[in-house]
């Protein structure tokens, strides 16, 4: 119930094809072009996943009136395991979204004119959650083991390029840490914002290898919107992205009201003990190694991430150029 998977590629492709004939005589500006007079822009984001403590900057600006501050009437769509993202955005039922900076890259690879504005996660939260008393201390001890796990994410392929699956088990992941707890030879995909404490409620001691540790460290909770967007709107956009990144430093300084509310919105299991955990966790994941300034991306990440996924075949060679994948001209303007 807890990972954060994005639009699975088999969906993506079938609505990206239908969608992209329609980009042109799209209704993004019925709803994203500033109205007369002062009638409030209204806005809508799609998050990528159910609401959880990666969406709290933006429930925190909505929560707090940031939002309203700016004249916006921001509309927030939770997501599912399979959120349409990048059509939601191109058919404009969407001006802005939540998702990870792989999907973006992703998103180009098949057309679709995705850009990053914002990046609030610098340290991405992707882990593999293992018992303590599993014999697991490392990545090279996992043979043996059997991995729950989703199909079509990226960090797979990454894990088996590097022979760290060799020897396991992969079998399907449902959203829930329930096998492990019988059986301390399984392991979980997992986010370490919430599953650790879940597992620790349960009883079960866990230890979480964190995957960014191996080098695949793709920019998480990212807000997105389209080329067009930027092109015809700035003003829009730069609104947005200020009162965004407001939002996620008043979150990371007093998250106790934005958690509130994502948790009325989540019908998925989510406790309260949860999303304080996983809000004390963000504070660590969104400051970088080079204390990056909150939101802030740079192109040397971008083109590693672009590299891995080349490397991987997960994109073709030419598919996608790292410079286009986002811009950070809404980032110097605050």
């Known amino acids: 119930m807890f990972d954060r998977n994005r639009a699975n590629l088999a969906c993506f492709h079938g609505l990206l094809l239908l969608a992209l004939p329609l980009v042109g005589c799209s209704n993004r500006n019925s709803t994203s072009s500033q109205p007369d007079g002062d ?26 009136g940031t939002y309203e501050a700016q004249n916006l009437d921001v509309e927030i769509n939770p997501g599912g395991s399979e959120t349409p993202i990048a059509p939601e955005l191109l058919l404009g039922r969407s001006q802005f979204a939540i998702t990870n900076a792989d999907d973006v890259v992703l998103f180009r ?75 301390p030879k399984v392991a979980v995909q997992a986010y370490a914002i919430a599953e650790p404490l879940l597992a620790r409620q349960q009883g079960i001691e866990v ?22 967007l930027i092109r015809d709107n700035p003003d829009l956009v730069q609104t947005f992205v200020s009162a965004t990144r407001a939002g996620w430093e008043n979150y990371l300084a007093s998250p106790q009201k934005a958690n509130e509310q994502i948790l009325s919105e989540n019908k998925h299991g989510m406790t309260a003990e949860v999303l304080q955990f996983g809000a004390e966790q ?11 300034e909150l939101g802030q ?38």
């Not at 199909?151 to 840490?177: A, K, M």
């Not at 230890?207 to 067009?228: A, E, F, I, K, Q």
């Not at 963000?282 to 990056?292: A, F, G, I, N, P």
């Open 39 to 64: 009638q409030p822009t209204r806005v809508q984001v799609q998050l990528n996943w159910y609401p959880e403590v990666e969406h709290g900057g933006v429930y925190q600006a909505a929560i707090d």
């Open 109 to 183: 690879s098949q057309g679709a004119d995705i850009v990053a504005v914002l990046a609030a996660v610098q340290q991405h939260p992707r882990c593999i959650l293992v018992r303590e008393d599993s014999g697991v201390e490392t990545f090279e001890d996992l043979s043996g083991m059997t991995l729950q796990c989703q199909p079509g994410r990226t960090f797979l392929p990454f894990l088996r390029q590097r022979g760290y699956l060799d020897g396991v088990r992969e079998v399907p992941y449902f959203n829930s840490i329930a096998a492990m707890i019988n059986d």
């Open 207 to 228: 230890r979480t290898l964190m995957v960014s540790d191996l080098g695949w460290n793709p920019y998480s909770s990212v807000l997105v919107t389209t080329g067009d």
């Open 282 to 292: 963000m504070r660590e994941l969104t400051t970088s190694s080079d204390e990056t």
């Open 297 to 334: 991306m740079t192109l040397s990440r971008w083109q590693t991430l672009v590299g891995q996924m080349k490397e991987l075949d997960v994109i073709k060679k030419d598919a996608v150029q790292a410079e286009e994948c986002f811009t950070i001209k809404f980032l110097q303007n605050d």
